[in-house]
Nanobody, 126 residues
Framework: QVQLVESGGTLVQAGDSLRLSCTAS????????MGWFRQAPGKEREFVAV????????VYADSVKGRFTISRDNTKNTVYLQMNSLKPEDTAVYYC???????????????????WGQGTQVTGSS
C-alpha cells in the first residue's frame, strides 16, 4: 500500500514558476513508477508526466513538454514537478499517482495507476 501527499499548489501569474512535491509512504517507493496528472474544472483527468523508478524513463504530455520537469529523490520518497512558464490553461488540480513496476508501454492513463494523492490546486491567471 502506498499513500501519497501532494503539496506546493498555489495561485500563480502567467509566466511564473512553481514546484509541486509528492511524498510517499511505504518501503517500495524506489520501485514505483510515479506520475503526475491534472484535472481542470469540467474536464477529464489528463496525463502530465511520468518517471520510472531509476529516472531513466521520463515521458511528458505534449502540452507541457519543454516547460515542466519531473524528477524524483528516492532517498526522500518524493517526486517533484517543476513547472515553468505557467499559462492560465495550466490551471487544474494536480494529482500524484503511483504504480508498481516499469512497463515497457509507458502508462499514461489514470486507470493504470492504483495509488493516488488527494491533489493540490494550481490556479493561474493572465
Amino acid at each position: 500500500q502506498v499513500q501519497l501527499v501532494e503539496s506546493g499548489g498555489t495561485l500563480v501569474q502567467a509566466g511564473d514558476s512553481l514546484r509541486l512535491s509528492c511524498t510517499a509512504s511505504g518501503r517500495s517507493f524506489s520501485t514505483y513508477a510515479m506520475g503526475w496528472f491534472r484535472q481542470a474544472p469540467g474536464k477529464e483527468r489528463e496525463f502530465v508526466a511520468v518517471i520510472y523508478y531509476n529516472g531513466n524513463t521520463i515521458v511528458y504530455a505534449d502540452s507541457v513538454k519543454g516547460r515542466f520537469t519531473i524528477s524524483r529523490d528516492n532517498t526522500k520518497n518524493t517526486v517533484y514537478l517543476q513547472m515553468n512558464s505557467l499559462k492560465p490553461e495550466d490551471t487544474a488540480v494536480y494529482y500524484c499517482a503511483a504504480r508498481a513496476g516499469s512497463p515497457s508501454l509507458v502508462p499514461t492513463q489514470p486507470i493504470q495507476y492504483p495509488y493516488w494523492g488527494q491533489g493540490t490546486q494550481v490556479t493561474g491567471s493572465s
